[in-house]
């Protein structure tokens, strides 16, 4: 099986612009969850879509959005770019997605943002 | 104080050491207790997880989880060069949310 895709791989955007990353999840999998990794706060859940619904949201400002599409694949969506949001942003696809077994996520190679 | 507390590191031993990663934690209601590795340039993976309390050994990896003082460990036998990685570890309640600690950086030095 074909793990999780994320394109595109490197971005470079400015101040105030818009940005949508996409996330293709493991054949299957109906769970899709992103994650911010930075250097100084580490990996931050995102947001989780399950089933087209968002079910699972963490603390990030509304500028941060996401949805899911009936194969499963994933997009967010930054607006009104900041130099903070540049990161490494995940994508990650769960097989178990309502069970404990949840906590087996498979990551994507990520989609590193530059903010300048 | 935040959900999850690691230790970032740098950690660089000698081939062949034991290692030894921790976390703490604050949140009373995490049941799995995961450990994800992290090479450089790619995605984490899962590398072990705990369900509650106790030890769980794989190979030259152990996870151990003590609730009662919420820390978990993960502790590297033998340690190889292919080890090198940023260990992360995760834990999960019952609301399908996952919350990792910062990551420490590991090198295994031949």
Same mark, same amino acid.
């Given at each position: 099986?074909?793990?999780?895709?994320?394109?595109?791989?490197?971005?470079?955007?400015?101040?105030?612009?818009?940005?949508?990353?996409?996330?293709?999840?493991?054949?299957?999998?109906?769970?899709?969850?992103?994650?911010?990794?930075?250097?100084?706060?580490?990996?931050?859940?995102?947001?989780?879509?399950?089933?087209?619904?968002?079910?699972?949201?963490?603390?990030?400002?509304?500028?941060?959005?996401?949805?899911?599409?009936?194969?499963?694949?994933?997009?967010?969506?930054?607006?009104?770019?900041?130099?903070?949001?540049?990161?490494?942003?995940?994508?990650?696809?769960?097989?178990?997605?309502?069970?404990?077994?949840?906590?087996?996520?498979?990551?994507?190679?990520?989609?590193?943002?530059?903010?300048? | 104080?935040?959900?999850?507390?690691?230790?970032?590191?740098?950690?660089?031993?000698?081939?062949?050491?034991?290692?030894?990663?921790?976390?703490?934690? !604050?949140?009373?209601?995490?049941?799995? =207790?995961?450990?994800?590795? $992290?090479? @450089?340039?790619?995605?984490?993976? *899962?590398?072990?997880?705990?369900?509650?309390?106790?030890?769980?050994?794989?190979?030259?990896?152990?996870?151990?989880?003590?609730? !009662?003082?919420?820390?978990?460990?993960? =502790?590297?036998?033998?340690? $190889?060069? @292919?080890?090198?990685?940023?260990? *992360?570890?995760?834990?999960?309640?019952?609301?399908?949310?996952?919350?990792?600690?910062?990551?420490?950086?590991?090198?295994?030095?031949?």
């Amino acid at each position: 099986k074909a793990g999780v895709t994320q394109t595109p791989r490197y971005l470079i955007k400015t101040r105030g612009q818009q940005v949508t990353l996409s996330c293709s999840p493991i054949s299957g999998h109906r769970s899709v969850s992103w994650y911010q990794q930075t250097p100084g706060q580490g990996l931050q859940f995102l947001f989780e879509y399950f089933s087209e619904t968002q079910r699972n949201k963490g603390n990030f400002p509304g500028r941060f959005s996401g949805r899911q599409f009936s194969n499963s694949r994933s997009e967010m969506n930054v607006s009104t770019l900041e130099l903070g949001d540049s990161a490494l942003y995940l994508c990650a696809s769960s097989p178990n997605p309502t069970s404990g077994q949840f906590y087996e996520q498979y990551f994507g190679p990520g989609t590193r943002l530059t903010v300048t | 104080q935040k959900e999850v507390e690691q230790d970032p590191g740098p950690l660089s031993v000698p081939e062949g050491a034991i290692v030894s990663l921790n976390c703490t934690y !604050s949140n009373s209601a995490f049941q799995y =207790f995961m450990w994800y590795r $992290q090479y @450089s340039r790619k995605g984490p993976e *899962l590398l072990m997880y705990t369900y509650s309390s106790g030890n769980k050994e794989d190979g030259r990896f152990t996870a151990q989880v003590d609730k !009662s003082s919420k820390y978990i460990s993960l =502790f590297i036998r033998d340690s $190889q060069p @292919s080890d090198s990685a940023t260990y *992360l570890c995760a834990m999960m309640g019952s609301n399908y949310k996952l919350t990792f600690g910062k990551g420490t950086l590991l090198t295994v030095n031949p």
